[in-house]
């Protein structure tokens, strides 16, 4: 039930897998270079971009389509053509793109929802809340009003809103877990070190994501992928994580 079979997905991670030392610690590496970018993008170079007569709505723009569109989606097709050596179509294959998982979208991936709600509301209501403050109190992370989570991921009008969708939901499943979670696969306990380097690669909303470190273990995108060995599941979890189990969770909290 809640673990799919799937010969091909072994075989590509049998296949692809880091083996040596060197490349196991690239790909921990590799988690946190877009990290880097777009932290330099909103924090470093936020100002010189300014400059230049860039609105911060645009710079955020800028900096989060390079990233997630840029290194995330376009990087890993292009690592999977050139480095992997592999076909677009096999490449929408490596990802998991092809297969169509009913049972587990339309009832495990509901149902871990529930599950991780639920589970998470102690957290999110005694320590979060503490651990943001915190955090957002140090200047190296501070999140102005400048700083897109302020600004809206989604207030983009609709052509570019689809851009920011593709990028955000899309470009960090495929690069995160559908390219770089089979690469550490060698790795003791994958799932969580992808989990945790899912959430300190956000270097540019320290105070929203790094206090979910302490979650981790509990956050399934990583499980998702390994239980059911498609893109969709974990794509389908990142939606509701960022439109509806944080709003949720805080109503809660409130309570």
């Known amino acids: 039930m809640i673990i799919r079979h799937d010969p091909v ?38 100002e010189t971009l300014a400059s230049l007569g860039l609105s911060y709505r645009a710079i955020s723009l ?31 294959r490596f990802l998991g793109f092809n297969r169509i998982d009913l049972k587990g979208n339309l009832i495990l991936v509901p149902v871990v929802c529930v599950v991780f709600t639920l589970v998470s509301i102690p957290f999110m209501k005694w320590l979060y809340p503490h651990l943001r403050l915190f955090l957002d109190s140090i200047s190296a992370f501070h999140m102005g009003e400048w700083h897109i989570y302020h600004i809206g991921y989604y207030s983009f009008g609709w052509p570019v809103l ?3 969708v593709v990028a955000n939901f899309v470009g960090e499943e495929v690069y995160f877990r559908g390219y770089l979670l089979k690469k550490i696969d060698a790795l003791p306990v994958p799932w969580l070190i992808s989990s945790l380097l899912f959430q ?14 302490l979650l981790a273990p509990l956050i399934p995108f990583s499980l998702l992928m390994m239980w059911r060995k498609n893109i ?24």
């Not at 989060?64 to 990087?75: C, D, P, Q, R, Y």
Request: hydrophobic content about 55%; proline content about 5%; aromatic content about 18%.
């Open 9 to 46: 997905y072994d075989q590509y991670v049998r296949r692809h897998r880091a083996r040596s030392p060197y490349a196991k610690c690239l790909y921990v590496v590799m988690h946190l270079i877009p990290g880097i970018l777009a932290y330099l993008g909103l924090y470093v170079f936020r």
């Open 62 to 92: 800028l900096v989060l389509l390079t990233v997630a569109l840029g290194w995330e989606l376009l990087g890993t097709l292009a690592m999977l053509r050139y480095v992997e050596r592999l076909s677009f179509r096999e490449s929408l």
């Open 162 to 164: 689809l851009l920011v």
């Open 200 to 213: 300190v690669y956000h270097l540019w909303q320290v105070p929203i994501n790094w206090p979910f470190m």
């Open 232 to 255: 969709y599941s974990p794509i389908l979890f990142h939606v509701f994580t960022n439109l509806v189990w944080g709003e949720l969770t805080w109503l809660i909290a409130r309570v």
